[in-house]
């Protein structure tokens, strides 16, 4: 079986930055063990699979796997997979909308001089959140003090838009760098808390919003640090506009990821609030098509 594939670097100013996706094509031929093992051979963050639509109304049915699991939701090989569609052909509209473990994820094409150079996703679900290990707990799983975790806005607090991180405020940048995973306190709150990837910010505000600085730790999905995460900016776009004490805005997060692994990355999330209520989140990004190829399987 020969199979075409595109290698995408999303939430990227210029080529090799950002996060890095696999997007392979034509892939309903493949079953699931197949997919995951096509996963660990590229060893990106992720990689996604394009199948047919299972209805009309759809684009396609795409399969999103970390190197050792199939995950049901992602933001970064989403817009990849748009991007690349995009690029390999000539789309009727520049809507569209992808069938996932997670649910439905539209996306919108951005265009720059007429040429698409990536996509804004919508997130399937609206915010869900549950209560996080302790603040102490917390910081010894990330070889941090426990002063250097911050619970004004919120205490270290697991949510969700379709994936679930920890998400933990930090006091500066040169505790964000200081950050390293302590292995025997981190299967301490994952298996308390069933965290499995924990995303780490510091903030400061900003118009409509704020800016942060973040990094995504994980290391049991076979990445360990993720340089540009989707899907917990969008997560997080949503907690700070449920935590913000507007009951009407619309929160505009502004994130920089990847900086401490060379790969510097931009994510743009936005969060619609009104009455208290906020909407599923979207996340943008612009992209560059790296890598193409064929897979001989």
């Keep these: 079986m020969r199979l075409n594939y595109a290698i995408v670097d999303v939430f990227a100013e210029q ?4 996060n890095a996706a696999a997007v392979v ?32 109304a759809h684009t396609a049915r795409v399969r999103l796997f970390v190197p050792n ?6 933001g970064h090989p989403n817009i990849a997979t748009a991007f690349a569609l995009a690029q390999r052909h000539d789309l009727a509209t520049d809507e569209l909308v992808f069938d996932e473990q997670a649910g439905l994820v ?48 919120h205490p270290p607090v697991t949510a969700s838009v379709g994936l679930g991180f920890l998400f933990v405020e930090l006091t500066d940048k040169a505790a964000l760098a200081r950050a390293r995973v302590n292995l025997p306190a981190f299967d301490a709150i994952r298996a308390s808390h069933a965290v499995e990837a924990v995303h780490l910010y510091v903030k400061e505000p900003a118009a409509n919003g704020a800016r942060i600085q973040a990094r995504n730790l994980s290391p049991y999905d076979g990445i360990g640090e993720d340089p540009a995460t989707g899907s917990a900016t969008a997560t997080l776009g949503s907690l700070l506009a449920q935590h913000d004490p507007r009951a009407d805005c619309d929160f505009a997060l502004e994130a920089r990821q990847g900086l401490e692994m060379g790969r510097p990355s931009l994510l743009h999330a936005t969060a619609r609030k009104r009455a208290g209520n906020v909407a599923p989140p979207q996340v943008s990004g612009t992209c560059v098509q790296v890598m193409e190829g064929t897979l001989t399987i």
């Design 15 to 18: 080529p090799l930055q950002g």
């Design 25 to 56: 094509f034509d892939a309903d031929g493949l079953d699931a063990a197949r997919m995951q093992a096509i996963a660990r051979e590229f060893n990106l963050s992720e990689t996604a699979f394009v199948l047919k639509p299972r209805a009309a």
């Design 69 to 74: 699991a199939e995950v049901p939701f992602a």
């Design 106 to 153: 539209p996306l919108r094409l951005i265009r720059a001089q007429g040429a698409v150079t990536g996509a804004t996703l919508t997130a399937p679900q609206t915010l869900s959140t549950e209560p996080g290990p302790s603040s102490a707990a917390t910081a010894a799983a990330l070889s941090l003090a426990d002063g250097d975790v911050l619970t004004a806005t």
